[in-house]
């Protein structure tokens, strides 16, 4: 297992355009994050899934943004309509739940959006 | 809400010199702590937490629940641990882990 994989690490798109990301966590994790980074900030938490469940959602994450974790393995991060605002890296992490405690997270390398 | 806050956004120290990363927190139920770091051109990738109270890298951080702090320290600073430095805040049992804005260190040689 070569860790989380995301792709396509780099995408360019124009205003209005819709774009894709895929998270593949590692394989046993059954929690999967969706973080986005803008420069000279942290990670700000998106949303994140317990299997294929979406136990929650950030108020950042406007109606144009929609993930998906179909089975409980990969995850799928669209932005519909995209904005200039939207330019950022999505870093993508996956952890496995240890019970009560707060596992730790596995990131990925993230996908960097571009909107012009 | 959960809030993590990181006061300095660059600190620069001698090789050498003891390193001191400040993260106060403001939630007053029981949180999980959390360093994380990025090293050039790698993955995010956690660097200790409060509840293995164990020294990574000659690093460690002390809970301070009075104060809400969760400061990193190393008593002599490395030039490889130059690095993106975040501290992370959760909610025990509940699992969004909220970032602060990170602290860049850079260790002169």
């Known amino acids: 297992d070569t860790g989380v994989s995301q792709n396509p690490r780099h995408k360019i798109t124009k205003r209005g355009q819709n774009v894709t990301f895929r998270c593949d966590p590692i394989?046993?994790?059954?929690?999967l994050y969706w973080y986005r980074q803008t420069l000279g900030q942290g990670p700000e938490f998106l949303t994140y899934?317990?299997?294929?469940?979406?136990?929650?959602k950030s108020r950042l994450l406007s109606d144009r943004f929609s993930a998906e974790r179909p089975k409980g393995s990969f995850s799928t991060l669209e932005i519909q309509r995209t904005e200039q605002g939207d330019s950022a890296m999505y870093l993508c992490?996956?952890?496995?739940?240890?019970?009560?405690?707060?596992?730790?997270?596995?990131f990925g390398e993230g996908s960097r959006l571009t909107v012009l | 809400a959960q809030r993590v806050t990181q006061p300095e956004k660059l600190l620069s120290v001698f090789k050498g010199a003891p390193v001191e990363l400040k993260c106060n927190y403001s939630?007053?139920?029981?949180?999980?702590l959390f360093w994380y770091v990025q090293y050039s051109r790698q993955r995010l990738q956690l660097l200790l937490r409060?509840?293995s109270r164990e020294s990574i890298k000659g690093f460690t951080a002390d809970l301070n629940k009075g104060e809400t702090s969760f400061h990193l320290k190393k008593p002599f600073a490395q030039e490889e641990d130059s690095a993106m430095y975040y501290c992370?805040?959760?909610?025990?049992?509940?699992?969004?882990?909220?970032f602060g804005t990170g602290t860049k260190l850079q260790v002169i040689p």
């Open positions: 992370a805040l959760s909610l025990r049992g509940y699992q969004k882990v909220t």
């Open positions: 939630y007053s139920g029981s949180p999980e």
């Open positions: 992490a996956s952890s496995l739940d240890t019970g009560a405690d707060t596992g730790e997270l596995f």
């Open positions: 409060h509840i």
């Open positions: 899934f317990q299997n294929e469940a979406q136990l929650e």
């Open positions: 394989s046993e994790h059954n929690r």
